[in-house]
């Protein structure tokens, strides 16, 4: 399938419209639909509302990407992973059905997705989009249920454009006429074009610091709209920004009449693997038994400083980083917020990536970052270097989902 198309990504929907109308619109047979869009936040936004709605007893469908250890995380089938046999007949039928016409790998696999969800029963479908939201593969709902807008920030600015306003455009592209859409955190330029849209299109908002408000207040969480207010536990998922996903989360399931009950279980049993997750087995972990292992992700700016805020509130201890990034995002400006965090970063290719950035070159951008620095072979090498000089330390792995799934594959 990577080879029906020359290149990896090439936003536009005709070949997605060509395919799904040869399969017979499986889009339209889908349960009611939730499309999340957003630079950051997405996938853990998607993975609060799937808890809480599971938690009521509905049955969910859930399509995110990339995957990270293996490509059936991608598709949930009213709430199960999907079974090997079941992923390669939607396979198989979507590449008899194109006919070797040029369509790219995420394509075909997204409309393998939509097609599965639409033989399986559920009660909901939740869809990530993948890049951008005007032009991206899962942009062909007519009508959901609602859409979600996560934070904006710059990130795949080749492909989106190369200012706030307008990569907000690209994802304000999934919002539909009349459809409610709730929209998280913005700056200014970006909430502008998001509400410009919607009023266009008569779709109702439900925006944080106007229609919805979240803070974290003594170790709560506290939502307040117009319905009322809630007292929650923190979200399981780490980090400050996971209150402000938590909001856009809450703010859907309030939409759809959740109980309280439904809201609590959406932030206490939401699993969302490599957002600062702690690595609790496996190798890794048994070659450094008196250390922290930890594992992220994220890999542009706002991420870096999500990162580093959810550092800072972890006991104090000797924390250091290994780092492996691609060449196609912003180094400097992920490196940034982190300096200061850690006693050094250990830079690492990411292992079978051809966009990968060299070692050197990943410890060259931290070190013009303010990080100390040192290249490593491999993550288990710079695991091997940091405990032999402190055997107690925090090690954070990070800097690209590439590598987390390549941790996480070979941790077991």
Not at 188 to 197: D, G, L, M, T, W
Not at 281 to 304: I, K, Q
Not at 390 to 401: F, M, N, V
Request: glycine share 10%; charged share 20%.
């Amino acid at each position: 399938m990577m080879s029906l198309h020359p290149k990896i990504i090439d936003l536009t929907l005709d070949r997605v419209w060509r395919l799904l109308d040869r399969l017979g619109n499986p889009q339209d047979d889908l349960p009611p639909v939730i499309h999340i869009a957003g630079t950051n936040g997405k996938g853990s936004t998607l993975a609060m509302i799937r808890a809480g709605l599971e938690a009521r007893g509905d049955r969910v469908h859930a399509y995110t990407s990339p995957h990270l250890a293996w490509f059936h995380e991608r598709i949930r089938l009213a709430g199960e992973l999907i079974s090997e046999p079941a992923l390669a007949e939607v396979l198989e039928e979507c590449e008899r059905a194109n006919d070797g016409a040029p369509i790219t790998y995420f394509e075909i696999t997204t409309v393998a997705a939509l097609l599965a969800f639409a033989r399986t029963p559920a009660d909901w479908c939740l869809l990530e989009v993948g890049l951008g939201g005007r032009l991206d593969a899962t942009n062909v709902i007519a009508r959901p249920a609602a859409t979600v807008i996560t934070p904006v920030s710059l990130d795949h600015q080749q492909y989106l454009g190369d200012t706030l306003a307008a990569i907000a455009g690209e994802k304000a592209g999934i919002i539909k006429r009349g459809v409610p859409c709730i929209v998280g955190p913005q700056e200014e330029a970006a909430r502008e074009v998001i509400e410009a849209r919607a009023h266009r299109l008569g779709a109702p908002l439900s925006v944080h610091g106007q229609h919805w408000h979240v803070a974290e207040e003594r170790g709560r969480l506290v939502f307040q709209d117009e319905t009322g207010l809630l007292d929650l536990p923190r979200p399981a998922l780490i980090g400050a920004h996971q209150v402000q996903n938590a909001g856009a989360a809450l703010a859907v399931l309030r939409g759809l009449g959740a109980d309280e009950t439904v809201c609590e279980a959406a932030l206490t049993r939401a699993e969302w693997p490599a957002r600062m997750q702690r690595l609790g087995h496996g190798p890794l972990v048994a070659a450094a038994p008196g250390a922290e292992l930890w594992l992220d992700g994220g890999h542009n700016p706002a991420a870096g400083a999500a990162l580093a805020e959810a550092l800072g509130r972890l006991p104090a201890r000797p924390t250091y980083m290994v780092c492996g990034m691609l060449n196609t995002k912003d180094i400097g400006g992920y490196m940034r917020p982190l300096a200061g965090r850690a006693e050094r970063l250990y830079a690492v290719e990411i292992p079978g990536e051809t966009a990968t950035l060299p070692a050197a070159e990943t410890a060259a951008a931290a070190r013009a970052a303010g990080h100390d620095t040192a290249e490593a072979a491999s993550v288990a090498d710079a695991v091997a270097r940091i405990v032999a000089e402190a055997p107690t330390a925090r090690i954070l792995i990070c800097g690209s989902l590439y590598l987390a799934g390549r941790v996480l594959r070979e941790n077991g």
